[in-house]
């Protein structure tokens, strides 16, 4: 493009001189023609634009991202992959989900021959030299580190977006692209997630994304990090986190983190139901550390609990975790849906600002941490109050119905043990047994607002339907 207007400009210069040598003469008139019909003269078409105009110009040109722009790079260990594979696998689509696993060291036993649902494997560069060369103060963080270059190397045509990830981590892929789609791959962009537990932002960074999770990087920052690469890991071989080493790295090439909210690291133990029942209004993107927490359902185990999450998914990740919420007002009742997970009612009516704080169930990463502020949200305490403590269903089956609606149901995990909220008019649900929820099988379009639902329920049913629609002009979730 510069060059264009470069010689766009060069042609009309010259004219210009033309013009001047003719101005006294008599020929004006015929000048007059020549030049100012001369098409040399007339703009080519968006020259006057700026470069940067032009490329968002020729962006908007482009072909919307999908699955095959983005590369993944998913760092393990063989050591690991032997029982972790199985959440990669969850979620990975050979032959459309492109990118690569990098190990340690080759795989041997039961990894071979190599499972076709796993990610094509790499065996990670030998940098011994260099990490004795500067005594490097984590080999295995600088290994790590390293990848980002071992992947973009491996780049194929229309490459727009590198995702680094750990090989213990779900990412919701569909949910990605939607979101990347909104921004531009030619510019320089750092996302990922932030830690949940406070202190660990303290700790390393609270501008860094915690590369278990995933972080992302549009095509030029994860080209000029590449570039970098050896000089990087050089000038910051005293630093022993490699989520901090790619932070400082990037901070040099002048670009800073943007965290998304739908990015989880899960820097928290135990019962994530909490959590996972209050989701911020945001695409799910990726949850991690399935393997440290407890089975995020309740009678199965970790990878079962993983594989159930992911396969609702696979109905409408738009929906997932997405929290909506609506009132029985018969019976004083708030019903809060987290989307493919979870469904709480309250014998109370709660407003949404209250409810959308999770409830804390977890522990926080470092368990000898007690001070608050612990967590990078407001939580709510587990209570013993009939008019706090909500009765809890868990996502049991997903079905499509011949409307083309998607029906979930939703089953009681544990009786409450606690009597009816006496605040409200002593409306008890400790008898619903079962809920099953409605909503569209189109794709959420816009996550600007929450959906509505209405609830139907008759006093002593064991059932309880919750159906989705849009939410009215004025609605008041409260
Ligand atoms: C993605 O977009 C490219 C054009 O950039 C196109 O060639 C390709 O077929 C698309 N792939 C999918 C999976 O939609
Ligand atoms: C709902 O609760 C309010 C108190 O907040 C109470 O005044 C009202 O009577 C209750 N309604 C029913 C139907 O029990
Ligand atoms: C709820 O029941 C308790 C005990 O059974 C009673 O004391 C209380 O007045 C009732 N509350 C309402 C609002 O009816
Ligand atoms: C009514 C109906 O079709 N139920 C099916 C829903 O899907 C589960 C599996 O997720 C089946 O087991 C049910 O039969």
Redesign the pocket.
């Known amino acids: 493009m510069r060059e264009k207007i470069a010689s766009w400009y060069d042609k009309c210069l010259g004219a210009e001189l033309f013009k001047a040598v003719l101005i006294s003469g008599v020929v004006l008139y015929l000048a007059s023609i020549f030049l100012f019909k001369n098409p040399i003269c007339s703009l080519p078409e968006g020259a006057l634009i700026s470069p940067e105009a032009a490329a968002e110009l020729s962006r908007k040109n482009e072909s919307p991202t999908n699955i095959s722009h983005l590369l993944f790079g998913l760092i393990g260990s063989e050591k690991a992959w032997h029982y972790r594979k199985a959440y990669t696998e969850s979620w990975w689509r050979p032959g459309v989900t492109r990118g690569y696993l990098y190990l340690d060291v080759a795989p041997t036993g039961d990894l071979l021959p190599w499972s076709p649902s796993s990610p094509p494997y790499r065996v990670s560069d030998d940098i011994n030299q260099m990490v004795q060369e500067t005594k490097h103060a984590a080999p295995i963080m600088a290994r790590m580190v390293h990848g980002i270059m071992e992947v973009f190397r491996e780049r194929h045509a229309g490459v727009r977006w590198v995702v680094m990830g750990d090989d213990d981590s779900v990412f919701f892929v569909e949910n990605m692209v939607d979101v990347l789609a909104q921004y531009d791959h030619t510019k320089y962009y750092y996302f990922g997630g932030q830690s949940e537990f406070v202190m660990s932002n303290y700790w390393f960074s609270f501008n860094q994304g915690f590369g278990g999770a995933g972080f992302i990087l549009s095509y030029p920052l994860a080209e000029a990090l590449s570039n970098d690469m050896d000089s990087c890991l050089r000038r910051y071989a005293d630093v022993i986190s490699a989520d901090k080493i790619t932070m400082l790295c990037i901070a040099d090439l002048g670009v800073n983190f943007s965290p998304l909210k739908g990015i989880h690291q899960i820097d928290l133990q135990g019962d994530l139901s909490g959590f996972l029942s209050s989701h911020p209004k945001f695409p799910l993107l990726s949850l991690h550390h399935l393997d440290t927490v407890e089975p995020i359902f309740p009678a199965m185990d970790r990878f079962q609990s993983a594989r159930h999450f992911v396969r609702s998914a696979d109905h409408d990740q738009t929906r997932m975790l997405q929290q909506t919420i609506c009132y029985h007002r018969q019976s004083n009742w708030s019903v809060s849906v987290s989307w493919g997970y979870s469904v709480h009612i309250y014998e109370k009516i709660h407003h949404r600002s209250y409810l959308q704080m999770p409830i804390e169930t977890f522990k926080p990463w470092a368990r000898d941490q007690h001070h608050r502020p612990l967590y990078m949200f407001n939580t709510r305490l587990p209570s013993k109050d009939p008019c706090e403590a909500p009765h809890v269903f868990f996502l049991k089956t997903v079905n499509r119905t011949e409307e083309d609606v998607v029906v979930m149901t939703y089953l009681r995990s544990s009786e409450r043990g606690l009597?009816?909220c006496?605040?409200?008019?002593?409306h008890s649900a400790a008898y619903v047994s079962r809920i099953e929820v409605y909503s569209p099988s189109t794709k959420r379009p816009e996550m600007d607002k929450c959906e509505c639902c209405d609830v139907i329920h008759s006093d002593g049913e064991e059932g309880l339907k919750v159906k989705y629609r849009n939410c009215l002009l004025t609605e008041v979730i409260a």
Do not use: L
């Not at 006496?422 to 002593?426: Q, Y």
């Open positions: 009597p009816a006496s605040f409200s008019g002593n």
